[in-house]
Structures are given as C-alpha cells and as structure tokens.
C-alpha cells in the first residue's frame, strides 16, 4: 500500500503569510495528487487535483507542485477563511490520504 | 444542483451491521465512480471503499476488507455500504464521495452520516 506523510501536522501563521505544506509518497505516484480542505464539521472540499490543476472556483492563491515523491501545497497569503485542515490524497493505487494539516491563525 | 446525500447512520453494538446509503442527484449518476471515505472522531480522513459506474470494479480499504460491502443502483441512482462484524474502531462519519472521470478525484462530497459502534 502507499503511504502518504504530510508535514507538518499542525502550523499557526500570521494574516498575510505564505504558507507550505508538504506530502511524500512511500513511492513514485507519478503526478497523481489532490489536496482538499476542510473546515470544521463541514466535508472535505476539492482544491487541487493532479498534483497542480487548480479546481474551477478555487482561489488563485492556493497553489501546488511536484511530482514522483514530493509534493508542496501553497497558499500564497494566508487569509481568516482558509483556517482549515489541509490532506493531500493519492489516486495512484487505490487511495490513501495524508494525516491532515491544520492551519491556524497566529 | 449536484448534490449526495447520506443516510442509515446510527449507533449499533460491536459485531452488529448497517446500511448505509447515499442518493445521488443533479448529475448522471451512472457514469461516475463513487467512494466511501470515513473519519474517525477527531481524526483525519480514511478512504474505505470504490464501486467503478457499472459495479464491474471494487477496491476496499484492508481494515474493512471481508467486512463491507459496496454496491449500487444506477436506477436509483443510490450507492450503499452495507458494514457489517461492526468494531468500536469503525466508529466514524461516513461520506460519500464522488470520483470525477480521470485525472480521478473526489470533486462532490455528501454531508456525512455518523456511524457508533458500542455496547
């Protein structure tokens, strides 16, 4: 099975700031990534898929990149709004998520 | 308007079975692939199972493997979890989650129903 690592597990970041989340695969996976977000109580929502294609409706300041191994999630300025916990989600073989990231604000 | 809806959630005893369900509605159900993903209390998503559109396709998640059952009904256009040997740790909200034609991902999302296994 795959394993997806996500770090780190949580991160307090300032209005404005830029913020990175990283998500390693136990193997190659290719480009085959999504990234969701979800706010408390709510489901989880489509943000990124294909490791860098921002989904139609999606801010343009969350981005992502990488391929093979080592994936980056971005947001560009952190805003209130995106207070949230982040998962990465391979779809290479069958499906594994990341362990999550939650964004807080500082 | 694209929507899931889940149902059949509820609080069981250790060994017991449930059903759950989700309607579908707003899209062609039939052509799409569908999951279930859970969350545990306070933990982080877990993906369960895949049903391919024609059923011909099922993967499952080896904690719920020879336990679960995915199945669905393109004339219904319902898709189903039947769980059963149920343990305290498949305490969960249970999602359904739709699986957009490739580059695959889960692009629409129900609103959960909670699932409790105890004595």
């Known amino acids: 099975d795959i394993q997806m690592t996500q770090s780190p597990s949580s991160l307090s970041a300032s209005v404005g700031d830029r913020v990175t989340i990283t998500c390693q695969a136990s193997q190659d996976i290719s480009n085959y990534l999504n990234w969701y977000q979800q706010k408390p109580g709510k489901a989880p929502k489509l943000l990124i898929y294909?490791?860098?294609n921002l989904e139609t409706g999606v801010p343009s300041r969350f981005s992502g990149s990488g391929s093979g191994t080592d994936f980056t999630f971005t947001i560009s300025s952190l805003q209130p709004e995106d207070i949230a916990t982040y998962y990465c989600?391979?779809?290479?073989?069958?499906?594994?998520f990341g362990q999550g990231t939650k964004v807080e604000i500082k | 308007e694209v929507q899931l809806v889940e149902s059949g959630g509820g609080l069981v005893q250790p060994g017991g079975s449930l059903r759950l369900s989700c309607a579908a509605s707003?899209?062609?159900?039939?052509?799409?692939?569908m999951n279930w993903v859970r969350q545990a209390p306070g933990k982080g998503l877990e993906w369960v199972s895949y049903i391919s559109s024609s059923s011909s396709t099922i993967y499952y998640a080896d904690s719920v493997k020879g336990r679960f059952t995915i199945s669905r009904d393109n004339a219904k256009n319902s898709l189903y979890l039947q769980m059963n040997s149920l343990r305290d740790e498949d305490t969960a909200v249970y999602y359904c989650?739709?699986?957009?034609?490739?580059?695959?991902?889960?692009?629409?999302w129900g609103q959960g129903t909670m699932v409790t296994v105890s004595s």
């Open positions: 294909d490791a860098s």
């Open positions: 989650a739709r699986d957009r034609l490739w580059p695959s991902a889960f692009d629409i």
């Open positions: 989600q391979q779809y290479d073989n069958l499906r594994t």
């Open positions: 707003g899209f062609t159900f039939s052509s799409y692939s």
